[in-house]
């Protein structure tokens, strides 16, 4: 079985422009999640979504968004980027229920000029 | 708010000597509690999942207990080796939140020396 697979896996941007980042779950997984990690802030919840809905929401600015497709896979955008943006952004896949396990994929280092 | 704490920040050890990780929680209202492992630069792999209602977990060398009353989690390894060098992550699912939302620990980064 294929891993979460994150496209791309890195990024050079400079501020003001937006991004966005490809995330695939594992086969058969319904909920995507994502994670900001940063060396000063450590692992942040961004949101998940389950089933092409929002299903939580960390508390993170509006210029990040997410959406997921019928197919499970999800996007990640950021707009208006700014310079603490630069960070690995994570994706989780799990099968949704609340009690199960989470699996991770590579990461997308975003580094922003 | 839940909060997630492993002390220490970093760790040193000789090859051979067993490892003890540590991570404490503040609200006891949990799902479940996973143990991750992170290389420098890469994505998490996950080492262990344990449910609620369970004590402890085991696989291959590595063993993680529960104590939710007391808001503990501990993870050793047996006979470290140099390949385990790596910053290990634990994280908690909420009951009270919705969805799959993790909270992690800040993590303990860990350095088995040769």
């Known amino acids: 079985k294929a891993g979460v697979t994150q496209t791309p896996r890195y990024l050079i941007k400079t501020r003001g422009q937006q991004v966005t980042l490809s995330c695939s779950p594992i086969s058969g997984h319904r909920s995507v999640s994502w994670y900001q990690q940063t060396p000063g802030q450590g692992l942040q919840f961004l949101f998940e979504?389950?089933?092409?809905?929002?299903?939580n929401k960390g508390n993170f600015p509006g210029r990040f968004s997410g959406r997921q497709f019928s197919n499970s896979r999800s996007e990640m955008n950021v707009s208006t980027l700014e310079l603490g943006d630069s960070a690995l952004y994570l994706c989780?896949?799990?099968?949704?229920?609340?009690?199960?396990?989470?699996?991770f994929g590579p990461g997308t280092r975003l580094t922003v000029l | 708010k839940q909060e997630v704490t492993q002390i220490p920040a970093a760790l040193s050890v000789p090859e051979g000597e067993n490892l003890v990780l540590n991570c404490s929680f503040t609200?006891?209202?949990?799902?479940?509690l996973q143990w991750f492992r992170q290389d420098p630069g890469k994505g998490l792999t996950s080492l262990l999942l344990?449910?609620?209602?369970?004590r402890e977990q085991t696989s291959g060398r590595l063993n993680a207990s529960l104590d939710k009353s007391s808001g503990r989690s501990t993870l050793y390894i047996a006979a470290s080796q140099p390949g385990d060098s790596a910053t290990y992550l634990c994280a908690v699912t909420m009951i009270k939140a919705a969805g799959n939302k993790l909270t992690f620990g800040g993590g303990t980064r860990v350095l088995v020396k040769p």
């Open positions: 989780a896949s799990s099968s949704g229920l609340m009690d199960n396990e989470q699996f």
């Open positions: 609200d006891s209202a949990i799902y479940n």
């Open positions: 979504y389950f089933s092409e809905t929002q299903r």
């Open positions: 344990i449910q609620s209602s369970q």
